[in-house]
């Protein structure tokens, strides 16, 4: 599964040096040197699903693709980490977490070193929707998860925190996406569905953890702009910016509970009813206070 990915409000295109470069916000821009950085993107999720954590999981698959990356100037990857939560996090039916096994870690650290080996920056994925779809035979677990605040602080302390502090000084990791698509919990049945104010918990509470605990950036997969953009407030389906700076800091009362720059999704069906990003600006859509990619497309 490849989707063409994204992007971005810098209007000039800069990639790789010889040397690693982190990644700056400035206002509403992506940045290295000082200098604005377009990104040229694509979704490649998965080898086979459920990658980290598996005995399948193959480096020279990965190196294969992020030097298909490089062939094809292709400077930013995005990779899902728990897809439907068999492998990772390690989750009671209670959906309590605990320790991930030395497998996460070891096949975790060789996608980071493959991306970093090749100079592609890395979005991990965390979550997706998936995690509390009924198709899948860990749903219970994550919903049992994310209905419980105390639940969330395991994920938080025993997989989050961990996680975000062992990457934190590799540079070609641009941010951590907290989840896929997440609004498809509180809108379709076979995802429970969740309540919106559990889903925005899960975020504002991940979020302010990252903040606290790394110096990488956050964003959320939102999977229609009608979710990212209060331009659409008031108009049904949970529509309007459910990921916005007040509703995370309020849900989570925390200052560092938000997104670092947004991220919507796009398909063709969506313009006849939202227009199209690739026809519009972010001032458009009232997104143009931070950075925004198009995440999938």
């Known amino acids: 599964m490849k989707k063409t990915f994204l992007i971005g409000i810098a209007l000039i295109a800069m990639f790789f040096s010889a040397s690693a470069q982190n990644v700056s916000i400035s206002g509403n821009k992506f940045t290295v040197n000082g200098q604005p950085i377009y990104f040229n993107g694509i979704n490649t999720p998965w080898q086979g699903w459920d990658d980290f954590g598996n005995t399948s999981f193959a480096p020279s698959w990965w190196r294969t693709e992020f030097q298909s990356c490089v062939t094809n100037k292709v400077n930013l990857a995005r990779v899902w980490i728990h897809c439907d939560g068999y492998y990772s996090p390690t989750t009671n039916t209670d959906g309590s977490v605990t320790a991930s096994p030395a497998l996460f870690w070891s ?69 951590w996406e907290i989840c896929n698509e997440p609004e498809w919990m509180f809108e379709n049945a076979e995802d429970g569905p969740q309540t919106v104010a559990n889903v925005q918990l899960l975020h504002a509470m991940c979020a302010a953890a990252i903040h606290k605990n790394s110096t990488k950036y956050v964003t959320t997969g939102s999977a229609c702009v009608k979710w990212n953009s209060d331009l659409y407030k008031g108009t049904g389906d949970n529509a ?31 313009t006849q009813w939202f227009s199209s990003p690739y026809q519009q600006t972010p001032a458009y859509y009232q997104l143009n206070d931070k950075p925004v990619l198009i995440g999938e497309s």
Not at 124 to 147: A, E, G, H
Not at 154 to 168: A, E, G, M, Q, T
Not at 249 to 264: C, E, G, R, S, Y
């Open 240 to 270: 309007g910016n459910v990921w916005s700076d007040v509703a995370l800091q309020t849900i989570a009362n925390d200052p560092l509970a938000k997104l670092d720059f947004w991220q919507f999704h796009w398909y063709s069906w969506v």
């Open 107 to 175: 096949t975790m650290d060789s996608l980071v070193a493959i991306s970093k080996a090749a100079k592609v920056y890395i979005m991990p994925c965390l979550w997706s929707f998936d995690m509390v779809k009924n198709t899948y035979s860990t749903y219970q677990k994550y919903r049992n998860l994310i209905s419980s605040k105390a639940n969330i602080q395991s994920y938080i302390d025993n997989f989050l925190i961990p996680l975000v502090k062992r990457y934190n000084s590799e540079p070609y990791i641009l941010a």
